[in-house]
């Protein structure tokens, strides 16, 4: 059978599925790489009426504070260098973001990795490593730690942001989304593995850790309704080709031997417990403390903890496409190339 053909055949089950379980499926999509595929593959205009997709927690600036920019821009103007990954300059903060800091003068620099930053910051530099992301980043940060304490650096620290993926799943489940069924993110379970997953099981919920193509995707919704018409609530693995029951261990062993759980803030999600990671205490003096309060988002007319809780699509934010573009973002859902929101403006046959 040619491509094409395969992939009609395997659209027609998925809906031939939905038919018997009779009615449209809401599925949730963890991973911002995984919306930005659906829209761009257009699957929600292909399963319109068939599956609503709802964009989860999985980005990392998406979820990131407002007031953790603040505290970079404030940490800049003391003098220290910044290095950050590109995606997050223009996330808004209270009064403006770090792309606009650094117009304005700040010493801020992008990093294309955190061990690269390590190796190229002088000696002479105070510097600030901004480190945020899931566990399928934290390992770079602790290899990049590696570095600093291979060279003798005594001027880098680290601003941890870093979050984990079960805890805020653990809550959305719990307290604010009903869904029929999970795309869990490939990337995070590389590191995780299938096992980092088995608390999806505990809900009683249909998984299944998807890869980034379009077969990919589309193999995962054939797994996935074919679990739901079984009531089946074993996690399923269609990445096969890079995801192991037990993950990478050499990067988990990394993560454990620099980081410890810690409560992080969700955007959306609100505080939550054992929800980030930040560096263990022997390694405190490469750690920078950051204060903000939890609260204060400033831009109230954003709607983006609606969006990220399933509430809310981003074309039904009054702001959107507006006055809201990713050239001109009011929310970190439009910032990120992995946003909601973004994703929605560059892909979404949203009308
Ligand atoms: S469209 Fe813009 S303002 Fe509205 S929720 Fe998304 S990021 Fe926020």
């Known amino acids: ?19 018997k379980i009779g009615r449209q499926l809401r599925i ?19 399963f319109k009426g068939y ?23 404030e940490l ?33 620099k992008i990093m294309y990795s955190p061990v690269d930053a390590a190796e190229n910051i002088a000696e002479d530099e105070e510097a600030i490593i901004a480190a945020v992301g899931f566990e399928t980043t934290v390992p770079a940060f602790a290899l990049s730690l590696e570095k600093v304490l291979e060279k003798g650096l005594k001027n880098v620290k680290f601003a941890c942001e870093l979050k984990t993926i079960d805890q805020p799943l653990k809550v ?10 999970l795309i869990l993110p490939g990337h995070v379970a590389t590191i995780l593995g299938v096992d980092g997953f088995r608390f999806v099981e505990e809900f009683k919920l249909p998984s299944v850790i998807s890869g980034f193509e379009k077969y990919d995707i589309l193999l995962s919704l054939l797994s996935l309704t074919q679990s739901i018409l079984n009531n089946d609530f074993t996690v399923k693995n269609e990445y096969k080709r890079v995801v192991k029951k037990e993950g990478n261990t050499v990067a988990k062993r990394y993560i454990e031997r620099f980081f410890e759980r810690t409560d992080a803030y969700f955007r959306g999600l609100g505080l939550i417990e054992g929800g980030g990671l930040r560096l263990k205490s022997e390694y405190s003096a490469f750690s920078v403390q950051l204060k903000y309060e939890y609260e204060s988002l400033s831009n109230s007319a954003c709607r983006c903890t609606d969006v990220l809780t399933g509430k809310l699509k981003p074309f039904e934010c009054p702001l959107f496409e507006k006055v809201c573009t990713p050239q001109t973002p009011k929310g970190a859902c439009m910032v990120s190339q992995e946003g909601s929101c973004n994703a929605y403006f560059r892909f979404g046959k949203w009308k």
Do not use: W
Not at 86 to 101: F, H, N
């Open 51 to 73: 599956i609503d997709f709802i964009s989860g927690p999985g980005c990392p600036v998406c979820v990131t504070h407002e007031g953790y920019i603040d505290n970079l821009i």
């Open 172 to 181: 959305l489940l719990k307290d604010h989304i009903k869904v029929d069924g």
């Open 76 to 108: 800049a103007k003391m003098n220290y260098t910044i290095y950050t990954f590109g995606d997050l300059l223009k996330v808004p903060g209270k009064s403006m973001s770090l792309a606009e800091a650094k117009a304005e003068g700040a010493k801020i």
């Open 28 to 46: 949730i999509e963890v991973c911002g790489t995984h919306t930005v595929s659906i829209y761009r593959n257009g699957f929600h205009t292909l």
């Open 1 to 19: 059978m040619q491509t094409l053909e395969k992939a009609n055949a395997i659209v027609n089950t998925i809906k031939n599925n939905i038919e």
